[in-house]
Structures are given as structure tokens and as C-alpha cells.
């Protein structure tokens, strides 16, 4: 989800919602079709009216030549976002037992004119006034630039989905802090309640398409909770759902005055409930710090507001540093935000930030680091957008220290020299639904290194996260979408999408609902390139294989635990041991410290000789800046296979080509702090 400020007029009211409807529904009659087609892709019993899909041809299915599925991969959308915040942010819905009038219809409070649509004006501008009638005339909304009105009616994504997508990651999603300062809500802001209650919707969604082609299963629309049956759905040429989870207080794990608000427990309990509600990816924090990580900031007045919602959750603003990497947060800026400061108790302001101290100083906490460990332990894959750099990092750290793929970076919300990193590690990489021009000069900042990991490329339209989609590129425009257009596999005829009285064009309408998704695509290959769509057309088979190998991993065996330890020294303590076998006694809460000088060493015996090929050492505070790994058969006659002279703390991973030892020695060459060399925790695995 994300958010973005927008400022333009809102047209005048129209005449009653009431009488429009009676008159179109006799008017329209049955509900229309693109065309008199028959096949297992259309419904035999699509409720009516309703809107119009405007694609002929039957979608395609199974496999390339290699085996590999294709098509489109929509890493994050909201569908049922309208459930969240209080259930009156985001209006209509994706799909009603009622009908599209029923689902496509404002606010109440939005009725006659907008006075009251205090969001949108907030997210948009002007005046706030706009004419609320959906269906059928649909005057002002959907729009690109209206934020508060559904974007995701079902028979718009079916149109997506006709035109390529075969994967759609569902983030279920809220925020309490927003929904208890709203104007208007009609249910808690609870948000793990929330987050079952957009479940549950999720998989009516499922049911109503399901009863539409002859009951249970039968429909095009496929939530999954594993690999395999993603892959059996695409090959049959439908679209595989996966649930996800984009939330700021996961398992009520918000912090007040830095004090977290859940344990261990809760974190098990809570990562239990979701695997079981079938999620398979999550954001550990979003928008606010929380009990498990830092966020990384929004910027300018959107910034501001959400700084003010940060305070008003956890009782601190954001804190920033100095940087200590090439990576960074977003600037946080002073950009006033007059209607949320108001929100703040008499005398308390938004502090400054210093120009250069753009990073978080929080990062991922050890509860952070637990629920990073559990999610591992369930195969879930990790959202890494909106945490802090150097919470990312941390997680980056600790995924490489098992080689655990199951990273996702879904929305353009990561700091891109992350990009490798991700890749390395067998994640996966979409980008956020900008405009054609913008989007394919971003993609191909990364095509370089797609084509070095072998890998395809996603898109996260964000459709009802209240940020913002392309606007129109004009008519004017030399090199527009031209309609109709052929789907990128060939086999489908796309042209303009019409629900009730309106028919878009995303030459002058720009992405204004899910619908259009596909005319967007062709908007990006005409002005991107097909290699662009090429790789895009990949991200189904990318996104599977980062979820399979995530699926697939085994925990590497740590040959050093309860290994006998020596050192050169160990600081002496009159309550605490910090004695050798404290870095191999799997607690990551002990640890071996040596004295305070420059060259020492900790030696680690296995008990027999073992293949080695990755040694992860947990740094306390007292880190080594330079320090090699060495291997010896005998203990007597050492050799050096790793080294480095830029250690900076946290937790580093040695990948080493293969060799067979039973000693390995950690020798410090120069310390990074004035301090010793100091580790919690020494891991050493053979694969």
C-alpha cells in the first residue's frame, strides 16, 4: 500500500442513483457480453447486468517448450482494502450477491455531492465534491487519480486475467492508527480482525466466480496455498490468487515508548493463524515502527502525516542517523501537514531531521528477528518494501546465513542497490505500477541483472492502496494504444472496457481500474519495448520458482554446535562468562568476548573432518573490521580461505567453494570497535 497526494476539481452530482439504475436495468437487460463466444472461460450464468469484459478468445494454457508456465504476476494488489479502516476509506466493493449496482456504489456520507468525502479531498484535492453515482454512469470514478473508490471489481480483474495475468498476490491490509482518527467507520480497527475478515471476503470472491461457471472449482479464480497447485492452475490457463499480508501491527505487535506490545508467543500464535487462513507472504511492518521492525519513511507532506500517525500509535516520532551503507531510506522532509498536526496534544510538534541522517535507527528487533525465523520455519516468503535499511539488511543477513530465497520486493518500496542482493539470494523483484515511459526505464536500469539470474519481472499495481496509477498519455500522442490489440501471447483480441454507460481508454482515461491493467501492458510495450513485456511475461514461472525454493529449503545442519571451542583469550567477567564454548552453545543471548587487543582468535574443533562451505558469525557489538577464516586437518597447519578488511558487525556469511577440515579458526586481525572481538554465535554448514 502506499500513498500519494493528488490535486485536481471534482465534477459536478448527477441525478439519483435509484431512478438510473431502474432505467438501466430495463434498458440493458441481460447482462452483455464481449461477444457470442462459447468456451470453459466464459460463465454460463454471469449475473445481469453487469459490466462488460471486452476480450474474444480462449486465454492460453500450460507450458513453453521448457516446461514453464508464462504470464503476468501482480505481486501486490488489495483487493478488499473497502474491509480495512474502518470499512468507509475505500469505497464499493469487489463483488455483491446483489449485483454491480449494489457493488459499485459511494459512501453513504459521499452522498449527494462529496461534501463529506473527507479522504478524497484529503488524497486528492479541491473541494472534495464529486458526483458519488458507480454504476451505471460511473462519471467521476474509477479514475487513475481517485483514491478512494474500487478499483478492483471482480469482472475487471477477470479482464486482466483474460489478457495475460496468471498470478495476483491478495495483501490483506489495514491500519488502526488510520482507522480510529477516520471521520467515519461502520467496525473496529482491530487489524488482525480485519485481516480475517478480508480472508474470509477473499474466499467468498472465490465462490460467487465459482457458482458463475457451475460450482465449486470450476471458476477461473484460484487461491493457492502451495507451489503445486499454483502451477496446475496456470497450466490449466486460470489465475492462481496467493494471500499476503501488508499490515502495521501484525499480531497486535505495535511498541508504545518503545516497549513491545506482544512476545514470542504471540508471534507463534499469530504466524500460525495466517499459514492456516492460507498466507504465504507478509510485510513485518508497514507505514509505523513496530515490535518487530523499523519502517522506512514516507517523504514531504505525506511524510509529515504519517510521522503524526507513528507518534499517535507508539508515543514516538521516527528517529534518523547517519547511513552506514550506500543504502538509504526515503528523506523524511518538513513539508507542513496541517490537518493531521492538529491531531497532536497541545505543545508537540514534528521534530527537524538533519538533511544528512536519512536512515531509521531502528531496525529489526530481536522479536523482529524471531518472527523473520518462524516465517523461515513456515516456508513463508518475507516482504521486505517499507522496512528500514537497516532492518532489510539485518533480514538479508540472517536469509544468507541459511540461504533461504524467499525474499519479495513488490512494489517499487526498496532501496534498488538491494536489487542484486535480492536476486542472489533466489528472490523475486516487481515494480510499482508507474506510467509506460517511467516503468520501462526503470525496468531496464535491472535488465543486466535479470539476464545474469535468469529471471523474469513482476508488477504491483497497488489497485485500492490509496497511491496513485499512470494517467492518460493524451490523444494527442504520437504513439498511443491503438484498439483493438492482440494479448501479448497472441491469442486474444483486446479492446476499450465498458461497464454500464462508460467505456474507458487508457490513452485518455490512464489506468483508472484493474481492468485496464492489460491495456497498460500494451501502453509498455509501445513505449518500453517488447523485451520489457518479454520479461514481465516470465514473472509467473520467476515468482514460482522463488516460492518453490523456499518451499524446498532444509535448514542446514550447524556442524559447530556443542563443538569443543578454544581461544587465544576471553574477557574476564565476575558474573558473566564470556568463555569459547559461549559461541557455539546455540543462544544467541551468550557470547565469547576476548581481550581488548588486536590479534586473536577463536578455534572451533568439529570432532572429525566435514565439508565446509558457509560459516555465518553473529557479532556482538565488538566486531571485526578485518579478520579471516582458517582451516586446518590437524590443528597445527592453518589455511586461509576467507578473508576480509571490511567487516561491519551484524551478522556475515562466508561462502566458501568446498573444503574438508575438522578445526576452523576465526582470527581477528583488527578489531572495528575499541573493544575486543565478540560473537554470540558461530554457525558452520556443509551446504
Known amino acids: 500500500m502506499s500513498m500519494t497526494r493528488h490535486t485536481h476539481p471534482i465534477r459536478r452530482p448527477i441525478a439519483l442513483f ?46 513453453d517448450s521448457q516446461g514453464q508456465v508464462r504470464g503476468f504476476v501482480d505481486a501486490h494488489n488489495h483487493l478488499m482494502s473497502n474491509e480495512a479502516f474502518g470499512g468507509r476509506l475505500i469505497c464499493g466493493r469487489t463483488f455483491s450477491e446483489q449485483g454491480v449496482a449494489d457493488a459499485l456504489k459511494d459512501c453513504p456520507e459521499h452522498y449527494p ?83 480475517r475478515l478480508q480472508a474470509q471476503k477473499t474466499y467468498e470472491l472465490q465462490a460467487y466466480i465459482d457458482k458463475m461457471y457451475g460450482g465449486p472449482g470450476k471458476g477461473w479464480f484460484r487461491i493457492v496455498t502451495d507451489t503445486a497447485q499454483a502451477r496446475e492452475v496456470i497450466e490449466q490457463g486460470k489465475l492462481a490468487v496467493v494471500l499476503g499480508v501488508e499490515t502495521s501491527e501484525p499480531f497486535g505487535c505495535k511498541q508504545i515508548l518503545d516497549i513491545a506490545q506482544c512476545d514470542k508467543g504471540d508471534i507463534d500464535r ?7 487462513l492460507g498466507v504465504r507472504s507478509m510485510f513485518l511492518c508497514h507505514k509505523f515502527d513496530n515490535a518487530l521492525c523499523g519502517v522506512r519513511f514516507d517523504s514531504g507532506t505525506l511524510g509529515t502525516a504519517i510521522n503524526v500517525g507513528q507518534f499517535l500509535s507508539t ?12 543504502q538509504h531510506d526515503n528523506p523524511i522532509g518538513v513539508a507542513p501537514a496541517a490537518q493531521a498536526e492538529k491531531e497532536l496534544p497541545p505543545g508537540v510538534k514534528v ?8 536512515c531509521n535507527t531502528r531496525g529489526l528487533t530481536e522479536l523482529g528477528e524471531y518472527a523473520v525465523r518462524g516465517m523461515m520455519k513456515r516456508k513463508m516468503m518475507l516482504e521486505i518494501d517499507h522496512m ?49 515511459e517511467g516503468f520501462g526505464a526503470e525496468a531496464k536500469r535491472t535488465d543486466a541483472l535479470r539476464d545474469k539470474y535468469n529471471v523474469g ?32 501471447d497472441g491469442g486474444s483480441v483486446i479492446d476499450r472496457q465498458t461497464t454500464g454507460q462508460r467505456t474507458w481508454d487508457l490513452n485518455t482515461d490512464g489506468a483508472a481500474h484493474y481492468g485496464l491493467v492489460p491495456d497498460w501492458l500494451e501502453d509498455i510495450r509501445i513505449v518500453g519495448g517488447q523485451d520489457v513485456v518479454d520479461d514481465l511475461f516470465r514473472g509467473a514461472e520467476s515468482y514460482l520458482d522463488t516460492w518453490a525454493a523456499s518451499e524446498n529449503h532444509k535448514a542446514g545442519v550447524n556442524l559447530a554446535a556443542g563443538s569443543s571451542a578454544s581461544a587465544s583469550s576471553s574477557e574476564w567477567n565476575l558474573f558473566t562468562s564470556y568463555a569459547p564454548d559461549k559461541a557455539v552453545d546455540g543462544n544467541t543471548n551468550t557470547r565469547w568476548a576476548s581481550d581488548w587487543s588486536d590479534d586473536q582468535w577463536l578455534r572451533i574443533d568439529l570432532g572429525a573432518t566435514n565439508l565446509i562451505k558457509r560459516v ?27 578473508s576480509t578488511t571490511a567487516g561491519d558487525g551484524g551478522l556475515d556469511t562466508a561462502r566458501l567453494a568446498g573444503t574438508s577440515a575438522r578445526y576452523v579458526r576465526i582470527h581477528g586481525l583488527e578489531r572495528g570497535t575499541k573493544w575486543g572481538y565478540s560473537l554470540h554465535e558461530v554457525r558452520i554448514q556443509s551446504s
Open 113 to 195: 455531492d462529496g461534501s463529506l468525502a473527507i479522504f478524497d479531498f484529503i488524497t486528492k484535492g479541491g473541494d472534495g465534491k464529486h458526483d458519488p453515482n458507480g454504476w451505471p454512469t460511473f462519471k467521476d470514478w474509477p479514475a487513475h487519480d481517485s483514491l478512494t473508490h474500487q478499483q478492483n471489481y471482480y469482472a475487471w480483474v477477470e479482464r486482466a486475467w483474460r489478457g495475460g495475468q496468471r498470478v495476483l498476490v491478495n495483501d490483506l491490509v489495514t491500519n488502526g492508527v488510520i482507522c480510529s482518527v477516520y471521520f467515519f467507520k461502520d467496525r473496529g480497527c482491530d487489524e488482525m480482525t480485519s485481516i
Open 18 to 63: 435509484s431512478l438510473l439504475l431502474t432505467v438501466m436495468a430495463v434498458v440493458l437487460g441481460t447482462a452483455p457480453s464481449s461477444s457470442a463466444e462459447s468456451g470453459w472461460w466464459i460463465p454460463g450464468a454471469r449475473p445481469a447486468p453487469d459490466s462488460q469484459i471486452n476480450v474474444t478468445g480462449e486465454p492460453f494454457k500450460g507450458t
Open 616 to 642: 555465518s558469525l553473529d557479532w556482538e557489538r565488538a566486531y571485526g573490521k578485518a579478520y579471516r577464516i582458517e582451516v586446518s586437518t590437524d590443528g597445527t597447519d592453518w589455511q586461509s580461505v576467507w
Open 457 to 488: 519481472y513482476g508488477y504491483g499495481t497497488d489497485m485500492n492502496g490509496v497511491g496513485g496509477w499512470p494517467g492518460p498519455r493524451g490523444a494527442d500522442t504520437p504513439n498511443p494504444v491503438r484498439y483493438p490489440f492482440r494479448s501479448v
Open 351 to 358: 521534530p527537524s531531521y538533519a538533511a544528512d541522517a536519512q
Open 270 to 276: 499469530g504466524l500460525d493463524e495466517l499459514h492456516k
Open 388 to 436: 528500514s535499511v537497516k532492518a532489510a539488511g539485518r533480514a538479508f543477513d540472517i536469509f544468507e546465513s541459511e540461504s533461504y530465497p524467499g525474499v519479495i520486493s513488490s512494489h517499487s518500496w526498496m532501496d534498488m542497490n538491494w536489487t542484486e542482493r535480492v536476486y542472489r539470494l533466489g528472490g523475486f523483484i516487481a515494480q510499482y505500477m508507474h506510467g509506460a
Open 315 to 326: 508515543g514516538t516520532f521516527w528517529k534518523t542517523e547517519k547511513c552506514a551503507g550506500p
